[in-house]
């Protein structure tokens, strides 16, 4: 079918009924094994084998036509590595769809230029995602620049991104005064940066201040739990 093959192999009940396929049909397909529902009203052709893709398609689909891709899930699908495949997917706040297996997030502004098409899937662009998983954990410097380095270095994201999304960080993370990160033009030691790193890369780590100065940081560092005890080049270093 030209819409399954476009879509992963995936084929939707409204799809399915623009095609003229009765419910009677539809279940028929079902009790057969020719479709296999992945989701609610989303289904995969036998013969498809089930991919990653094909199941965040799946929610999109199975959700509605503004469901898109998104936190973890978009990191993955982006190639970003140590990301969970996890189906996440991002609707406007004024939806609240019931999707067993799928974790959604409700947003309240979700503009068009926040999201694209990568491999048939909509999915919130580089930027967007590096917001969405920020708002998750705010203060994991370490984390998001390592992201942040991967998706520099594959030119995913590109310098006047990155002085937009550390505006957005700002925006979005009440707690956070200010971010630092050698990929920025006003950090001190971009140009150092520049010529110490491999090109698109500033070694992959976001520096997160806590706003309210040093009671804030404080209460942040006593809040912390120690993992490990890790080595460094130059010094025994504490990784939190």
Known sequence: MVAAGGQHGLITRPQATELDFSPRTIGRRVASGDWVPVFRDAFRLAGFPTTFEQRLLAACLSIGPDAVASHRGAAALMGVPNQPRWVEVTVPRARKPRTEEVLVHLSRSLAPG???????????????????????????????????????????????????????????????????????????????????FRPGRFGGVVTVTPRGGREAGLAFCDALRLVQVGRHAAATIECL
């Open 114 to 196: 926040d999201v694209h098409v990568l491999r048939a899937v909509p999915t919130t662009t580089p930027v967007r995602t590096l917001v969405d998983l920020a708002e998750l954990r705010p203060y994991d410097g370490g984390r998001l620049g390592a992201i942040l380095d991967y998706l520099a270095s594959r030119r995913l994201v590109c310098r006047p991104e990155l002085e937009s999304l550390a505006e957005r960080l700002r925006a979005t993370c009440p707690h956070v005064e200010r971010i630092d990160y050698p990929g920025l033009a006003s950090h001190r030691d971009h140009d150092l940066a520049t010529r110490l």
